[in-house]
């Protein structure tokens, strides 16, 4: 599990499509632990959360499996999109 930093990294996860990425945002009243390959997951969204916000807000983390990304918040749930 690692805290996903620069574009460059991002990028790389999604195109392996190996492992998940849960996202952390703490206004949110659920967070989500998504496949890299999710249409929910833009290179935009992460630009503004992680670069711009310098992840004031919330967090892009790379796990190995779905229940890692479980264990991060009592707020993370399963991407509906991903895990339907």
Request: hydrophobic share 30%; aromatic share 8%.
């Amino acid at each position: 599990m690692h805290q996903i930093l620069s574009i460059e990294q991002f990028q790389e996860i999604k195109n392996k499509g190996i492992g998940f990425i849960a996202i952390t945002d703490r206004y949110l009243r659920k967070n989500c632990v998504h496949h890299p390959n999710c249409s929910s997951i833009q290179d935009s969204n992460f630009v503004q959360k992680a670069i711009t916000s310098n992840c004031k807000n919330g967090k892009y983390i790379y796990v190995d499996h779905q229940l890692q990304g479980l264990d991060i918040s009592s707020k993370m749930k399963l991407c509906g999109t991903c895990f339907s």
